[in-house]
């Protein structure tokens, strides 16, 4: 707590429009480059060069920071980054190589890339009402990496808003491997999803390895519950991909988040066409919102032929007054299904049976009607015959 106290000590200082986060970021520099310049944390994280001389020359009023070659961190310095925000026995040479193309990490991360796809291998099958796809191993681990070059991770309280990804399994094996350690402690992942079938799944995963998750079942058609109000430093989301399912799960997300400024929420979701996309920066306008980077082809999946295979990565920092701008409970149409309300035929390859699905029938899905079988002949293999 009295790195906190402190920052927010030298923001009231140096009169910051911005909030701690971007004193925390400036610290977080000068400790990985030892030896930077005003202009290039200005140019880093998009700050006027007086403002990086005012929170440096207040660092140095207090011995965090000295001026030698660069700016360094002092002893003291030292000693607040590696232990009060959590870095000590931090792998710099691995992050600093992370920290260049994100398209680099795959033969840096190897091993941890390994595990992921075994175990996005036997997650359970997508639920294509809840608008599930599977996301591939690199990029549920490429979002990690992301959170870590924003500087989202170590220390920080994370919320995994739906995870059928295992964002938070690549996000724990990142920073263990960052701190060669055995258990995650240095970062406290929450996953918060409708779906009982993932957080069990990840609940074994987390009995088999430390990596200090924690799950719990909720539906964003209500208000998250009092215990997650106002508690998480960053926000990772990929949700329904609808307006309605934009702006109901970025507004629970944001009552999730901590009430400040600055704060990372890695947003994924379908390209869409400029009147809807529109619509989508209305919302994050709505929501205080502001877009800080859009990664068009960050996120690959497989099948999901409704988005081409893929979708885009938005990063949104938060201002320090947003707005909720969804009631306290979310009676209508959410899901892709539930608002094209999309009616289709089937025929059994074998007998030739004809079956209607969409939301509104009996069965709701083609793998609903997989699972549960033609009824005629017990076969499981059917031709769309057509969609209206």
């Known amino acids: 707590m009295f790195i906190i106290k402190l920052l927010k000590e030298i923001r009231e200082k140096v009169n910051l429009s911005e909030d701690v986060q971007v004193i925390e970021n400036i610290l977080f520099l000068i400790y990985i480059n030892n030896g930077i310049s005003n202009k290039e944390i200005a140019k880093f994280l998009l700050l006027p060069i007086p403002v990086v001389s005012a929170i440096k020359n207040e660092f140095k009023k207090i011995d965090i920071v000295k001026q030698d070659c660069g700016i360094k961190l002092t002893k003291k310095g030292f000693e607040y980054v590696t232990k009060t925000l959590q870095y000590e026995n931090f792998d710099l040479d691995l992050y600093n190589k992370l920290q260049g193309n994100i398209d680099d990490f795959e033969n840096l991360l190897a091993p941890e890339l390994s595990i992921i796809k075994k175990l996005l291998d036997e997650r359970p099958i997508v639920d294509v009402e809840l608008d599930q796809s599977k996301c591939t191993p690199s990029t549920s681990l490429k979002r990690a990496v992301l959170a870590l070059q924003k500087n989202s991770l170590i220390g920080k309280n994370i919320l995994c808003f739906g995870d059928d990804d295992l964002i938070s399994i690549s996000i724990a094996l990142l920073t263990m491997r960052l701190f060669n350690s055995k258990e995650n402690n240095k970062s406290n992942i929450t996953v918060v ?22 799950t719990i079942k909720y539906d964003a058609r209500q208000l998250p519950p009092s215990s997650l109000v106002n508690t998480f430093d960053c926000l990772f989301t990929d949700p329904p991909y609808t307006i309605e399912g934009l702006k109901l799960f970025l507004s629970r997300g944001l009552y999730m988040l901590k009430n400040e400024g600055n704060l990372n929420v890695f947003f994924s979701f379908a390209n869409k066409q400029p009147k809807v996309t529109l619509e989508m920066q209305k919302s994050f306008n709505d929501l205080g919102l502001v877009i800080t980077e859009i990664h068009k ?13 893929f979708s885009q990565m938005i990063c949104l920092t938060t ?8 009631d306290d409970v979310y009676g209508d149409d959410l899901y892709t299904g539930e608002i094209r309300k999309t009616i289709r035929t089937y025929k059994c390859k074998n007998c030739k049976e004809l079956f209607t699905i969409g939301f509104s029938e ?11 079988r033609c009824f005629s002949c017990n076969a499981n293999v059917f031709d769309l015959i057509s969609k209206k």
């Open 193 to 214: 999803d409708i779906d009982d079938r993932i957080l069990n799944y990840i609940n074994s995963i987390n009995t088999d390895i430390s990596l200090n998750i924690t």
């Open 297 to 309: 082809h960050f996120n690959f999946y497989e099948g999901a032929k409704i988005i081409g295979g």
């Open 319 to 326: 201002t320090p007054n947003y707005s909720l701008i969804i």
């Open 362 to 372: 009996k069965i709701k899905t083609i793998e609903k009607l997989k699972t549960t």
